[in-house]
């Protein structure tokens, strides 16, 4: 068990709607990050959020949109969904291990499903 | 980043040692080599990293070439638990931002 938390583990929806996952850091963990895992694309960073502000973009689409709360918890919010978009959906906080290490820390996943 | 290559998969036997190797040979000087694994449909989990010595930890040791163009994550005792997709990850730890930039990784299968 990492310590990160995510709601729901499944989530079966229709193209066009729109759903939102949820994640809850470690302890203490002021970062959280998101991540896609679709079966061509393999794992790719979208957003990361530090201490409620945005910190880092990567290949999100302008239809998600993420935020974190001041209890540090994160919201992913998936719109006008399409079939491509069903994947895993994970979330990760950080520590920082010494001088040079991150150590990122995964959630268990969303496994969303367009229909 | 410097660009990472390793092997589509691999398979050992149980109990024997598991070496993956990982080809980064346009690694700068401060970049640091990261390994994580993902067991199936699971998070990826960190198991280690280092710049230029090679690290041991309860978990594997990462051996890395004096000229830091290419590493090797062993894990001395392979389980059927360490069967993963295992990723070698190579990059800066810039302040405030560590989003990890995964590539296709080894499929490790453990074989009883």
């Known amino acids: 068990d990492s310590g990160v938390t995510q709601t729901p583990k499944h989530l079966i929806t229709a193209t066009g709607q729109r759903v939102t996952l949820r994640c809850s850091p470690r302890s203490g963990d002021l970062s959280v990050y998101w991540y896609q895992q679709s079966l061509d694309q393999g794992l790719q960073f979208l957003i990361q959020y530090y201490n409620g502000e945005e910190r880092a973009k990567g290949n999100i689409l302008e239809r998600f949109s993420a935020q974190q709360f001041p209890d540090l918890h994160s919201e992913l919010n998936l719109s006008s969904l399409e079939l491509g978009d069903s994947a895993l959906y994970f979330c990760?906080?950080?520590?920082?291990?010494?001088?040079?290490?991150?150590?990122?820390?995964f959630g268990p996943g969303t496994r969303l499903t367009v229909l | 980043d410097a660009k990472t290559t390793q092997p589509p998969s691999m398979d050992c036997a149980e109990g024997r040692a598991a070496n993956l190797p990982c080809n980064h040979s346009t690694i700068s000087g401060n970049e640091y080599v990261y390994w994580y694994r993902q067991i199936h449909s699971q998070g990826p989990q960190y198991i280690i990293h280092g710049l230029k010595n090679n690290e041991t930890n309860e978990m594997a040791s990462l051996i890395i070439t004096e000229d830091r163009k290419s590493s090797t994550l062993i894990l001395p005792h392979a389980t059927l638990r360490d069967t993963a997709v295992y990723y070698c990850i190579v990059r800066v730890p810039e302040a405030g931002s560590y989003q990890l930039t995964f590539g296709k990784g080894t499929k490790l299968s453990v074989i009883p």
């Open positions: 990760a906080s950080s520590v920082r291990t010494g001088l040079s290490g991150i150590e990122q820390f």
